[in-house]
């Protein structure tokens, strides 16, 4: 059974840091997209990063580009983002997703259906 657990999460002021981890069990996902979305109360799920399977190639969010970096670590199958200068729009449940394929294109990274495997999310508040 594939499991994606996030952690990380927390209350923080504006201008703080976080750094959220997934953790990925039950299978590799070494060559496959993995990605963070986030959903802000009584809103929709939004993209916010995703990384190739190497890890070589990612992906931002025009919102959190300069600010959020996503990193995979494919030994320990797992995916991180360093969430710097956090704004109180920033604050959302982030999850973290995986997929089962590997994408065609650059497109397939931003959007949730193409993702087979989510967690159960992580709360990210920031405080004014």
């Known amino acids: 059974q594939v499991q994606l657990v996030e952690s990380g999460g927390g209350l923080v002021q504006a201008g703080g840091s976080l750094r959220l981890s997934c953790a990925a069990s039950?299978?590799?996902?070494?060559?496959?997209?993995m990605a963070w979305f986030r959903q802000p109360p009584g809103k929709e799920r939004d993209f916010v990063a995703a990384?190739?399977?190497?890890?070589?190639?990612?992906y931002y969010a025009d919102s959190v580009k300069g600010r959020f970096t996503i990193s995979r670590d494919n030994a320990k199958t797992s995916v991180y983002m360093e969430m710097n200068s956090l704004k109180p729009e920033d604050t959302a449940v982030y999850y973290c997703?995986?997929?089962?394929?590997?994408?065609?294109?650059?497109?397939?990274?931003?959007?949730?259906?193409?993702?087979?495997?989510w967690g159960q999310g992580t709360q990210v508040t920031v405080s004014s």
């Open positions: 997703a995986a997929s089962r394929r590997v994408f065609s294109g650059g497109r397939d990274y931003y959007s949730p259906s193409q993702y087979n495997y």
């Open positions: 039950g299978r590799t996902f070494s060559g496959n997209a």
């Open positions: 990384s190739s399977g190497s890890g070589g190639i990612t």
